[in-house]
C-alpha cells in the first residue's frame, strides 16, 4: 500500500472503535414498568409496514470457543426439548400479539449459540413453527447459523431439500495454528470440506472470519482472505477480534498463552487489507461487516429499513431484538427462561426504549451500515435536516473526508468505510439540536 494512503488512514482517528451505539451493552435491566409498556406497545398496530426478520435462538452449544462472548449455555441432550417447547411458547406468546400480527417477515433465521448442535429435524420442525404462525411473506428466506464440526452431509442435504437459502457458519480462520489456540474444534481443511459441500448442495454460505486474533500476521490474515475468495462464498463477514472480560482468551492472553493482538493501526490496516482484495474479487461491502457477492444481501429489507424494521428475537439469551422503539435482550440462563415463559411473561432481562433523539441518533447510524441517510426523509420526519441538527459532527466528518454531503443524501467515503464505526459514535455523542 502506498505511504500516503496509509498515512490518510491512520491519521482520521487516534483509535478505531469495535462497536458501535444502540447495542445490547447499553441496555438497562428490565423493570416492571418498562416490560408493562412494552406489552401495551406489542398490543397496537405495526402501521411501519417494513418487511421484518424473525430470529428464533438456539442458545445451546458444544464448545468453549476461547474468544466467544455470546451468552450460550453448554449442549446437555435433556435441555433440549424443554426449551424448544419453551422457545415455541415464546414465539406463539409473541405471534398473538396486534403489533406481530399485523407485522411481515422476509427471514426466517435460526441463530445463537449453535443452532447446528440440534438434529436437522429439530431445527426444521422451529423453521415450520414459525411459518404456520406468524406472516410470512412468499419471497422470505431461510438462514440457519451454525459450526462446521457439528455440520455434515446428511444433515446439509437435509437443509438443501426444505429450503433453506443460506449456513452462516463461524469459520474465524483457516489457520490450523491459529483455530487450536481459540479451541476451536475442527480444522481448517474440514471447515472448507463442509463449505464446499454446502455449496455443492446449492446452498448460500456466508462465514465470519476474524482480524487480528493473536499470532494472526498480516500473511495468514491475506491466505484466509483469499481462501475465502477462492471458496466463491456469497458472504463473508469480517470481524476485529474483541477481547471481551471474562472470557477465556482474556486469561490465556493473561498467562502468556497466547501472545497479544497488534494495536488499532494493525487492526485497521487489516481491514483495508481485506477490502481491497474482496472488492478487486467482485464483492461489494454491505451492512455490519459483510462483503458479499448476492443481491439478497443487498437488498435485506431487515438492513435496508434500519431503524424502522425490526427483529423478532426468542429464546434464551437472544439480544438483537428491536421491535418500534424497543430493544431488548432476554435472560440467558435456561432454566429462568423456561420458567418464565411457562407462565406467559416474555423473558426479557434487559430493555431499551428509544427516545425521539434516539430516533435521530439510529437514522444517522445508516452511515455505519453503508447506508446513506435521505435528507428528505430525515426532513420530513423529524422536522430539520441532518446539518441543522448535527451542525459539528457534520462539518468535522466532512473536511476529514469521512463522508460525502449533497442535497439528497448523507454517504460514507471509501476513507469513512475504515471509520465507520467512530463515525456513529459521533453523532450517538453529539447533542442533537431538535
Ligand atoms: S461455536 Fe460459536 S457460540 Fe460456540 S463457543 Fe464458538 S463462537 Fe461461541
Same mark, same amino acid.
Given at each position: ?35 408493562? $409498556? ?18 428464533? !435462538?438456539?442458545?445451546?452449544?458444544? $464448545? ?15 435441555? @433440549? ?10 414465539? #406463539? ?42 406472516? %410470512?411473506?412468499?419471497? =422470505? ?8 464440526? +457439528? ?36 480444522? /481448517? ?12 448442495? /446449492? ?11 493473536? /499470532?494472526?500476521?498480516?500473511?495468514? !490474515?491475506?491466505?484466509? @482472505? #483469499?481462501?475465502? %475468495? ?12 474483541? @477481547?471481551?472480560?471474562? &472470557? ?33 474479487? *467482485? ?14 444481501? %443487498? ?5 435496508? /429499513?434500519?431503524?424502522?424494521? *425490526?427483529?423478532? &428475537? ?11 422503539? =424497543?430493544?431488548?435482550? +432476554? ?62 459532527? %457534520? ?9 460525502? @454531503? ?6 460514507? &467515503?471509501?476513507?469513512?468505510?475504515? !471509520?465507520?464505526?467512530?463515525?456513529? !459514535? ?9
Amino acid at each position: 500500500m502506498d505511504e500516503n494512503i496509509r498515512q490518510e488512514i491512520l491519521n482520521a482517528y487516534e483509535f478505531r472503535k469495535q462497536w458501535p451505539p444502540y447495542t445490547y451493552r447499553e441496555y438497562l435491566d428490565v423493570t416492571p414498568e418498562l416490560l408493562k $409498556s412494552f406489552v401495551e406497545f406489542l398490543k397496537t398496530e405495526n402501521m411501519g409496514k417494513r418487511k421484518m426478520e424473525l430470529q428464533p !435462538w438456539i442458545t445451546f452449544c458444544d $464448545s468453549r470457543c476461547s474468544f466467544c462472548y455470546y451468552p450460550s449455555t453448554m449442549f446437555r441432550g435433556e435441555f @433440549v426439548n424443554p426449551y424448544l417447547t419453551a422457545l415455541k411458547k415464546e414465539l #406463539k406468546m409473541y405471534a398473538e400479539t396486534r403489533y406481530v400480527k399485523t407485522s411481515e417477515f422476509d427471514e426466517i433465521v435460526l441463530g445463537g449459540g449453535t443452532p447446528t448442535v440440534l438434529s436437522a429435524e429439530q431445527l426444521i420442525g422451529i423453521i415450520s413453527f414459525c411459518k404456520e404462525n406468524f406472516n %410470512i411473506s412468499q419471497d =422470505y428466506m431461510i438462514k440457519i447459523t451454525g459450526s462446521t464440526h +457439528n455440520l455434515d452431509e446428511c444433515k446439509l442435504k437435509k437443509f438443501a431439500e426444505y429450503g433453506v437459502l443460506q449456513l452462516d457458519v463461524g469459520v474465524q480462520t483457516f489457520n490450523n495454528e491459529i483455530r487450536r489456540g481459540l479451541f476451536i474444534q475442527d480444522s /481448517g481443511e474440514h471447515a472448507e470440506e463442509i463449505i464446499r459441500k454446502a455449496r455443492q448442495l /446449492g446452498l448460500y454460505v456466508c462465514i465470519d472470519l476474524m482480524y487480528n486474533l493473536p /499470532g494472526q500476521t498480516m500473511e495468514i !490474515w491475506r491466505e484466509d @482472505v #483469499k481462501k475465502a %475468495i477462492e471458496l466463491e462464498l456469497e458472504g463473508i463477514d469480517c470481524y476485529p477480534l474483541e @477481547v471481551y472480560p471474562g &472470557t477465556l482468551m482474556e486469561k490465556q492472553l493473561q498467562s502468556g498463552e497466547l501472545p497479544p493482538p497488534g494495536d488499532w493501526k494493525k487492526e485497521a490496516l487489516m481491514y483495508v487489507e481485506a477490502v481491497e482484495m474482496f472488492t478487486k474479487a *467482485g464483492y461489494t461491502p454491505v451492512g455490519h461487516d459483510r462483503f458479499t457477492k448476492v443481491r439478497e444481501h %443487498i437488498e435485506e429489507s431487515c438492513l435496508n /429499513g434500519w431503524p424502522w424494521a *425490526g427483529i423478532l &428475537t426468542t429464546g434464551a439469551g437472544c439480544f438483537m431484538g428491536y421491535l418500534g422503539r =424497543y430493544s431488548y435482550q +432476554n435472560t440467558e440462563k435456561v432454566h429462568e427462561y423456561i420458567e418464565k415463559v411457562s407462565k406467559g411473561i416474555f423473558p426479557i432481562a434487559k430493555i431499551h426504549k428509544s427516545n425521539d433523539e434516539d430516533m435521530i441518533k439510529k437514522v444517522m447510524e445508516r452511515l455505519y451500515l453503508r447506508l446513506p441517510v435521505d435528507k428528505k426523509e430525515f426532513l420530513d420526519k423529524f422536522g430539520k435536516l441532518p446539518e441543522e441538527m448535527f451542525p459539528d459532527p %457534520i462539518k468535522k466528518l466532512k473536511e476529514r473526508g469521512l463522508i460525502e @454531503v449533497d442535497d439528497k443524501e448523507i454517504r460514507i &467515503t471509501k476513507l469513512g468505510d475504515i !471509520w465507520r464505526i467512530n463515525i456513529a !459514535w459521533e453523532f450517538a455523542n453529539a447533542k442533537a439540536i431538535y
